[in-house]
């Protein structure tokens, strides 16, 4: 099996997105847009973009032109694992802008932890937004707050029902885990004191806590029993 990785069209990035990624939908700005193919046949595309905020480099002091977020994986059924198609994303990256660092996010809503990024030793920084508004429901569909702000409406629960729908509700989010990939030596330094314990399925922490439980019950019990 050959595993190919070059840039695409917007397009074949388009498709792939609309296609083979959750959202259904292409990302939008500048956009660096590299496509894989296994044995010459197109399966989905990697996307890094500039992110959806200006100040993404301030907590590295970076400049804007110094940081980027890998955006989308769309991907349709494949043999390749995707930690070693995003490593190879990112030596074309690196190949071709003058980046310190990715950011990249894991969206807990979709039962998403990345287990991508812990393949590829991403440093893991914690879970944000867990409890805030990211969206609202819309006549059955979730609509991202940037939608709201794009129709030229206010981002309120009272706006959206006047004006788009009566029954609209707030979808509260459970947040989205944060990696970061450093470009060099020295952004590495930097950044890898804010590694954390990359996050677990409550599944497994459920299963390790019965055992800690269990564990304990069986010391306690050995301590007590007569000699």
């Not at 990697?46 to 991907?75: D, S, W």
């Not at 998403?112 to 867990?130: D, R, V």
């Not at 629960?157 to 944060?178: C, Q, R, W």
Request: aromatic share 8%; charged share 20%; net charge positive.
């Amino acid at each position: 099996m050959s595993l190919r990785l070059d840039w695409c069209s917007h397009e074949a990035a388009k498709w792939a997105c609309e296609n083979w990624h959750y959202s259904k939908s292409m990302p939008i700005g500048k956009l660096v847009k590299i496509g894989v193919w296994e044995d010459n046949k197109y399966i989905g595309v990697i996307i890094f973009g500039r992110g959806a905020t200006p100040n993404i480099g301030k907590p590295y002091n970076l400049k804007q032109t110094e940081i980027c977020e890998l955006v989308i994986i769309a991907l349709k059924t494949h043999q390749t694992p995707v930690s070693k198609m995003v490593a190879i994303a990112i030596k074309i990256l690196k190949s071709t802008q003058n980046n310190k660092l990715i950011v990249s996010y894991s969206d807990q809503d979709q039962n998403h932890l990345g287990g991508i990024y812990k393949a590829g030793n991403w440093i893991y920084t914690g879970l944000l937004n867990q409890g805030t508004r990211g969206a609202f429901i819309i006549n059955g569909k979730k609509v991202h707050n940037k939608t709201i702000h794009s129709m030229g409406l206010k981002q309120s629960l009272k706006t959206v029902k006047s004006k788009l729908d009566p029954n609209a509700t707030e979808f509260i989010t459970s947040g989205k885990h944060k990696y970061l990939m450093p470009l060099d030596s020295e952004m590495r330094k930097q950044i890898e004191p804010l590694r954390k314990p990359y996050p677990k399925r409550a599944s497994v922490v459920q299963a390790e806590q019965q055992t800690f439980q269990s564990d304990n019950g069986s010391i306690k019990s050995d301590l007590d029993a007569p000699k």
